[in-house]
């Protein structure tokens, strides 16, 4: 907190800009992803915003994150996090992240949101750009009347879908919900992921419902989006690819709100 004089010239506590929270799991699904939950102080942010994040094992250092859970007053959040090729920091947070960890979450920012007068709603994810769009899902959820919906998530093999049981499980609760996962190749690779073989389950998507390709074959595939609101997340190169193929395609700018990692 900060403080700072207030109308009669007495020191008044300003508005707080950091809060904290404790790890309460730190669930690792590949060699490279692991799903954090934490609890601790409300964070004043809005579904599809992402936070400054600092912990323990590097306190000098921040990285930008989205929850996957909407705003709670009880402070729930969860990060999905993957380690960066050459990031020696998100190596760490998936590796080293341990329950008790304290994080300290500050600088809520971004537009990635669901216009609320929307009634046909594309969501496109780049690996754990799912995040954002999980929290969006969640928020709109509680809508009394929530917009039609495809997520379309994407990743290079068919194992890389780290959240598939959950979307699948998503789909049963939220009629209005269809998840089309999106995959570059079709197998797997022979090396093994212990993570992954470890936490297999029998629940997901079945390979015939599972488009080849990337998001950005996502507009040429299923568009012209002339009607909908486009929400894209996900590293960087493959937002700008697709974003550049939805404008081709016919989509409004207007219509889209993107984000890049």
Known sequence: MTLGPDETGALALGPQTEWTATVVGAHRLREDTTVVRLIGEFVPFAAGQSVEVR???????????YSALPPSLDGKLEFHVRTVPGGWCSGSMVSDTRVGDE????????WLAVDPAATDVVMIADAVGLAPMRSLLLDIGRRPEPPRTHL???ARYPRDLYAADMLYLLTGEMPWLTVVPVVQDEY??????????????????????????????????????????????????????????????????????????
């Open 188 to 261: 797997d690779p022979e090396w093994p992921d212990q993570w992954y073989e470890s936490c297999r389950v029998d629940i997901g998507f079945h390979p015939e419902e599972t488009f080849a390709g990337t998001i950005a074959d996502i507009p040429s595939r299923f568009g012209p989006l002339t009607h909908h609101h486009v929400v894209v997340c996900g590293r960087i190169a493959a937002v700008q690819a697709t974003v550049e193929h939805l404008v081709a395609t016919g989509t409004p700018a207007e219509a889209i709100r993107h984000e890049g990692f």
């Open 55 to 65: 912990t323990p094992q590097h306190p000098s250092m921040v990285r930008r994150m």
């Open 103 to 110: 994080w300290r979450i500050s600088a809520p920012a971004g």
């Open 152 to 154: 379309f998530v994407g």
